[in-house]
């Protein structure tokens, strides 16, 4: 599915994180990257709804400081189904990396051995406090659950010849039906984000106030 140039791209770019190196060899990531990871999203698309492809340029609009090129690869669908390939991993997740506060205060509420169950055997790869959520006690059953910011599970694995098969799809499809019984936890106890609202824009000047600026 994916050519041996793909993780040896991703290597490269991270290596050379310039606009120089990328539009050098632009052909390089279409070919090996964005086009699999097409045929991928149109493959799983019929059962988990729709499915969209990661550009290769970073958004900096509020982190100038990131380098401007992303140094993995991947797509992303509903309930934070996702998939990431870098130079070293490959990595299927599902559910939210981060909770509103809502969603936070809910989780918390419902925590408890039902929980505890469905995660076993998977990795949490959600941020997760250092101290002791509020109210929480130090000897508070399931306290590492507790602790998290959001419930994202995943399963990874190290990148090789496997990739050149049909295997990356499989391990997608698998991974994302197995994680079906969290998911459904999470709608039933924590349900969706707040919707968040768009920041005004401040209002046009009007003509005599434009007219002012311009002459001041």
Known sequence: MFPTDATAFLSDIADDNTPE?????????AEALDAPM????????????????LRAQRNRRFRPDLPPYR?????????GRAL????T????SAGPWRFDPGQRRRYRAAVGDELAGLLDGWELTSPALTGLPRGVRSDAPHLRLLRLDGL??????????????DAPLKRVRDTWRAAAPVLAWLDEHVGEAEPVEPRPRPAAPT?????????G
């Open 21 to 29: 190196f990328f539009a050098a060899h632009r052909h390089r990531h």
């Open 71 to 79: 140094t993995d690869a991947g797509i992303v669908g509903a309930a």
């Open 38 to 53: 097409r045929a991928l999203a149109a493959a799983l698309t019929g059962e988990f709804g729709p499915i969209r492809v």
């Open 89 to 92: 991993a490959f990595t299927v």
């Open 152 to 165: 994202q599970v995943a399963r990874s694995w190290p990148v090789g010849d496997w990739l050149t098969t």
């Open 207 to 215: 003509q005599p106030e434009a007219a002012v600026a311009a002459a």
């Open 84 to 87: 990431l390939l870098s130079a």
